[in-house]
């Protein structure tokens, strides 16, 4: 884990962590050149199919909507997502797991981009989320130290070099629906010490299945309100390697 981003100890402020280059409306391209590209496929593919046929999927589909509609938060009301932009694997379901782990205990597998927390009796409920980049993958055990709700982001000085635009936002963005850490933050500890890494809400559905931060890891808005609203302070966090 690098040391070159800082974090503002400040009531909710703190920097984005991992996601200083990717959730930033209108700073990252590439992210919406693959959303285009996504788009234009889904479109060509699809007109290949029955027009009126229910499938597994749509059945899928039409739960998920439920899932993840709009929410009401008492600061900023929060958007549906577009399920159709989500690989159906990764709606947050309940499933097998088998582990010691006590139950609580949050733990992210970057390799195939979901996030568990354990509930206990060999079930866990699972999360897609996107995960670090190559070269900003990382592993081990840590814990929750901190939460926040529409935390203020402030990016560090290395993205504002690489990405002049975000200098608008040196004095910190504050909590809304366009900030990079979204609705909620955990914030990853390792003895006493904040790791830069955090969980984070996006609320880009096509982030999920992707590695696209650097190193922290964010689930869909309203995955990341339930994980959040379950999460005390000093839960484990073990980062599986990837």
Known sequence: MGN????????????????DDVALPGLSSELLNRRSFLFGSAVSFGALGLAGC???????????AKLYGPVSDRKFPIPAVDVSKINPKY???????DTHEEPGTIIIDPANYYVYRIEG?????RYGANVGRKGFLWSGEAYVGRKAEWATWTPPKEMIERQPE????????????DNPLGARTLYLYQKGVYTLYTIYSTSVPESIGTGIT????????????????????????IVLPA
């Open 121 to 125: 009796d060999g079930n866990a409920t």
């Open 166 to 177: 975000a200098r608008q936002y040196a004095g910190g963005m504050p909590g809304g629906l």
């Open 91 to 97: 709606y947050r379901r309940t499933v097998r797991y």
């Open 214 to 237: 650097s190193g922290c890891t964010g689930l869909l808005t309203q995955d990341m309100i339930d994980l959040y609203s379950r999460t005390p302070v000093k839960t484990k966090v």
């Open 4 to 19: 070159s981003k800082f974090m503002v100890m400040n009531g909710e402020s703190a920097n984005a962590g991992g996601t």
């Open 54 to 64: 229910a499938t597994i999927d749509d059945t899928g589909r039409a739960e998920a």
